[in-house]
């Protein structure tokens, strides 16, 4: 069973510029995350997804990320404009049960990089 | 609110040798899950275990050993014999029942040296 993939691996931007982040889930799994992990410190989600609708974004900064995941299945994460402030690694998670709680698959990630 | 604490940040073991990481949570749900992730260096978050609130039963899965104890509000993970592919920053989370949210700590950074 493929695993969760991510595009790009790695992105260098200048800060003001926008940038935009691919995820495809495992086969089958109705909810979707985006995390936000910052060097040394354990990931922090951004956004879920259960199918096309969100559950929570609480913690996105929306003046500037936003997400979405058409048809249920592929998301993208986009910054604009982007600051020093956003260099961290940028995890797409998916999961199988729709609510409750299940297991949290992690693709490898896009390493952005704002100078 | 929901927290996880990993009190070390990183640790230096000689192969072979066993390695103890801490985990304790709080929350003040009656129900919720704890996890372990292990991410090597290529990025990647690996899923090692997941445990429930209401079972306490410890686990062993090879050279890898779980110790969940709620009177202390702990989930603490062991290597035994470490290997040098051990290394990697390991992550205790905690999510409970209706939200997926995980919560992170803040890793351990594994190094076995050969």
């Known amino acids: 069973e493929a695993g969760v993939a991510q595009s790009p691996r790695y992105k260098i931007i200048e800060k003001r510029q926008s940038v935009a982040f691919w995820c495809n889930p495992i086969?089958?799994?109705?909810?979707l995350y985006w995390y936000q992990q910052i060097l040394g410190q354990g990931p922090k989600l951004l956004i879920q997804?259960?199918?096309?609708?969100?559950?929570?974004d609480s913690q996105l900064p929306k003046d500037r990320f936003s997400a979405e995941r058409l048809k249920g299945v592929d998301s993208t994460l986009k910054i604009q404009p982007a600051k020093l402030e956003d260099s961290a690694v940028y995890l797409c998670?998916?999961?199988?049960?729709?609510?409750?709680?299940?297991?949290?698959?992690f693709g490898p990630g896009t390493r952005l990089t704002v100078l | 609110a929901q927290k996880v604490t990993q009190a070390q940040t990183e640790i230096s073991v000689v192969e072979k040798e066993d390695v103890t990481l801490d985990c304790v949570y709080e929350t003040r749900d009656t129900t919720y899950y704890l996890f372990w992730y292990k991410q090597p260096p290529s990025g990647e978050l690996v899923f090692l275990i997941r445990r429930n609130s209401f079972d306490e039963q410890n686990e062993i899965s090879g050279r890898y050993s779980w110790n969940f104890q709620k009177s202390t509000s702990s989930f603490n993970f062991t290597i035994t014999a470490s290997q040098v592919v051990d290394s990697a920053v390991y992550f205790c989370a905690l999510s409970f029942y209706g939200n997926n949210r995980l919560a992170f700590g803040k890793g351990n950074q594994v190094v076995v040296i050969p």
């Open positions: 086969s089958g799994h109705a909810t």
């Open positions: 997804f259960q199918n096309n609708g969100v559950v929570d």
């Open positions: 998670a998916s999961s199988l049960i729709q609510g409750g709680t299940d297991t949290q698959y």
